[in-house]
């Protein structure tokens, strides 16, 4: 009976750690969600089928976010997509007692004080969305077209670094692909290796 109980966990295992691992694709579906924003209303990503929506994992703590928020390179680029009907899905999904868990209400005074443009922010304390996806950096940015596919997964550009003077100098890995996927062209790259704090789950 033990033996026969022991084959089975063995049998089990590597599809639990394959489950385990798994997380979204770039060419596949992106996976559904549900999360809460800072004003307390409930979005998922079916809501905007149709559009062109950008995620971005964020912590307001971390260097490298502070580069792309206090440059003004983040809010630029989410004005800039928002203005062309491009939903911005800013998200945090640093656990309570966790560098960069914020409440709603602190989250709000930040993103006023950040200049954030996104459509919403949104709140992922258990770090399950983040997890599904594979979010490991603040910034992780991804990009999924109108079909609901996953067409971009990575990082903001090519410059990993905390300086605001190598924004100039590098390459928007995001605008293009949100340039490529709105003009119905293959993104190039469609993915990269992303660079900024680990998101802390």
Known sequence: MRSALRRALLLCLPLALAAAAAHAKVGDPA?????????????????????????????????FVKKHYDSGNMPALQSRYTAKDVVWLSINSSAPGKQGNYTPEQANALSKDKKSAATYVLLDPDGKVGREYGAKTTPHMYVIDGKGILRYEGAIDSVSSTDQADIKEATNYVASAVDSVMAGKTVEPSVTQSYGCAVKY
């Open 31 to 63: 996976p559904a969600f549900t999360l809460t924003d800072t004003n307390g209303k409930q979005h998922s990503l079916g809501d905007f089928k149709g559009k062109v929506v950008v995620l971005e994992w964020f912590n307001h703590d971390c260097p």
